[in-house]
């Protein structure tokens, strides 16, 4: 069936680039999408890209896609603490969206 | 820029009552959907909706679920007969396609007693 597997804790330094990667199962989606989700809040979407394209810039994020492999990756560069947040991971293509377990990003001052 | 809205931000019910979710999607979508995030667990699809009819539903969504657009704006989930285990997050999003990007209100957190 779909599933989204991605790391469950990343922990950098202020300033550094994180790098949070994930692995999906349905081929068939349209849309690979990253959700940051700060505590007690709701689902903002911070990216997303095609499934027929490689890479996508957006300001400090950068996403990867290797529609070969089913994986996906997210870089921030210049990590902040107000960075630190869940990062979920999602695939999209029909009428749901498949969600990752998140990864819970920790960046230390 | 238009966003999904979603009331109340918090509801606390008794066990076995009836509660009903209100969102507002974003006013040119046609597709609309459900999903909850249990405490520390992943974000689940419940059911999407679309022209009047459910289009797909998960397994959690079963006969205590359902969903109803009384009129032209609002997008309502409706639990008929709370458990425990619904506690949880509840988000509301909407698409203008079946296959476009879903944008997520900020969520309902219910908590059941």
């Known amino acids: 069936g779909e599933d989204v597997e991605q790391s469950l804790f990343l922990s950098v330094r202020e300033g550094d680039s994180s790098v949070i990667n994930c692995t999906y199962t349905?081929?068939?989606?349209?849309?690979l999408y990253w959700y940051k989700q700060e505590p007690g809040a709701g689902l903002q979407l911070l990216t997303y890209?095609?499934?027929?394209?490689d890479m996508k810039q957006d300001q400090r994020l950068t996403v990867l896609l290797n529609k070969k492999d089913k994986h996906l990756s997210l870089r921030i560069a210049d990590t902040q603490t107000g960075d630190s947040a869940i990062y979920f991971c999602?695939?999209?293509?029909?009428?749901?969206?498949?969600f990752g377990a998140g990864t819970r990003l920790f960046v230390k001052a | 820029e238009p966003e999904v809205t979603q009331t109340p931000s918090h509801q606390v019910t008794q066990m076995g009552q009836e509660v009903i979710l209100r969102c507002v999607p974003i006013?040119?979508?046609?597709?609309f959907y459900w999903y909850r995030q249990i405490l520390g667990q992943k974000v689940e699809f419940l059911v999407s909706?679309?022209?009047?009819?459910?289009?797909?539903k998960s397994e959690i969504f079963d006969d205590q679920f359902s969903v109803e657009r009384p009129d032209g704006s609002n997008f309502t989930l409706k639990i008929r007969s709370t458990k425990l285990e619904d506690s949880a997050m509840y988000f509301c999003?909407?698409?203008?396609?079946?296959?476009?990007?879903?944008?997520f209100g900020p969520g309902t957190r219910l908590l059941v007693l």
């Open positions: 909706f679309y022209n009047n009819e459910i289009s797909e």
């Open positions: 999602a695939e999209g293509g029909s009428f749901k969206t498949i």
């Open positions: 349905d081929s068939s989606s349209t849309y």
């Open positions: 890209i095609f499934s027929n394209m």
């Open positions: 006013s040119n979508h046609l597709y």
């Open positions: 999003a909407s698409s203008e396609g079946p296959q476009e990007t879903q944008y």
